[in-house]
Structure formats: C-alpha cells, structure tokens
C-alpha cells in the first residue's frame, strides 16, 4: 500500500522554540494532506487541511498563527509548532489523500511524538 | 455535524472472533474506513468498504455494514495476541474532504 512518512518521530524542545515537522507521501502524489492531533487515549482530532499551493484550512479553535502549515508539493506537507509550550506536547500525525478514479483513501503517517519542556 | 460512535473496549481470548462495531450519523457517507494503531505508532489501513456494499472480506476481517442503520462492523477471525491494539473507524461524506473518526475500540486479547 501507499506509504506516507513522518520526520522527526520524536522532538523534545524548550518552551518557547519552534519545531517544523515534515509529512511526506513515498510513492504517490497527494494534493491534500491533513494534520490531526491525538491526546493520550483519545482519538484523533483534525487540526488543518493542507492543500497543495493554496491555504491551508484549520479547523475551529486551531491558531493558524501558531501551527503554520505549508504544503510546497505534491509529496511534502510541513506543520511548524511556533512558539512552542508544554501543552503542545502531543502526538502530531499526518495523512495524505490518495485519490483515483476507483477508489479514494488516506495513508497515515507513523507520527511525531512532541514534548515541550 | 456528523459523528462516530464506537464502545471504548474489548476483550476476547486468543483464538476467538473479535466484533467490533460502530455506528455513524452521516448519511452521505461513501467510504468508511477501519484503522489500527498500535501503542506509539500511527495508523495503519486496515480496510474500508464503499457504502453500495454491504459486506467485504478479506483473510481475517469481515466488515459488515448496515446502511439503513447506519452501523458498521468489523470481524476478527481467530484472533491473536498481535491484534490487541486500537481500532478506529472512520467515514467520509460526500461532500466531505477530511475523515470524520469514532473514539476508538481498544482490543485486548487474552492468552
């Protein structure tokens, strides 16, 4: 199946730093990609829909000035943590859309597990 | 707004059939999705079906779905101990770009 890779998986920082994590889409080109934020325990909660040269879209209560998405390519969507305090802390996953004309699915990346100190 | 509704846990003993179930409120939905994930690692496609369909199998998982009652199952055949994990699911509606996923079922297999 389609693969989707995440880089770091793991990021510790200082308060107050900013962390850039990459999603990128191995064998297929995704003009969407989605940035969703899991709590220990809880589901998966959608933050932003990243669009391939146009902005992104964030859903209600996530401060587009703090998580600044670009989506530069096909393959490459990155989310930027700006100002980061320890309750960002959290597992940032990302998923890339893969579209044809048979079926459509998203591919989950492995996750960056983030902890602001 | 559309939601996803599954019970929170599950535990069978190896070797049996796992059920898990879920139910949903979108009505347009046209795929819907089952994911596992395993402790710190991401999610990982299991399988999903298209809402024409009312059932699909593939090895182990059977997935059911009830369109009517807008539930959807998903069976584990002779289960191990390496499919205790979380499982989500997921649908996506028609007019809908991102995924809308349940709480999660945490399956636990007993030895």
């Known amino acids: 199946g389609a693969v989707v890779s995440q880089h770091p998986s793991w990021v510790i920082c200082k308060s107050g730093t900013s962390v850039k994590i990459e999603c990128r889409s191995l064998?297929?080109?995704?003009?969407?990609m989605f940035w969703y934020r899991q709590f220990p325990k809880q589901s998966l909660m959608l933050m932003a829909t990243?669009?391939?040269?146009?902005?992104?879209?964030?859903e209600q209560g996530v401060e587009k000035d703090k998580f600044l998405i670009n989506h530069a390519s096909l393959t490459l969507s990155t989310l930027t943590v700006t100002s980061a305090h320890p309750e960002d802390s959290s597992f940032y996953i990302c998923?890339?859309?893969?579209?044809?004309?048979?079926?459509?699915?998203?591919?989950f990346g492995p996750g960056t597990r983030l902890l602001v100190l | 707004g559309e939601d996803v509704e599954q019970s929170l846990f599950l535990s069978v003993r190896e070797g049996d059939s796992s059920v898990i179930n879920c139910t949903y409120t979108?009505?347009?939905?046209?795929?819907l999705y089952w994911y596992k994930q395993e402790p710190g690692a991401g999610l990982q496609l299991l399988t999903y079906i298209f809402s024409n369909m009312d059932m699909k199998q593939d090895q182990r998982l059977t997935v059911l779905l009830n369109k009517k009652d807008k539930h959807l199952s998903l069976r584990i055949a002779d289960t191990q101990t390496g499919d205790s994990a979380i499982y989500f699911c997921?649908?996506?509606?028609?007019?809908?770009?991102?995924?809308?996923f349940g709480p999660g079922t945490r399956l636990s297999v007993l030895p």
């Open positions: 979108d009505s347009s939905s046209t795929y």
């Open positions: 064998d297929f080109q995704a003009t969407t």
């Open positions: 997921a649908e996506r509606g028609r007019y809908g770009q991102n995924f809308v």
């Open positions: 990243s669009n391939e040269g146009s902005k992104a879209t964030y």
């Open positions: 998923s890339a859309r893969d579209r044809t004309y048979l079926q459509e699915t998203q591919y």
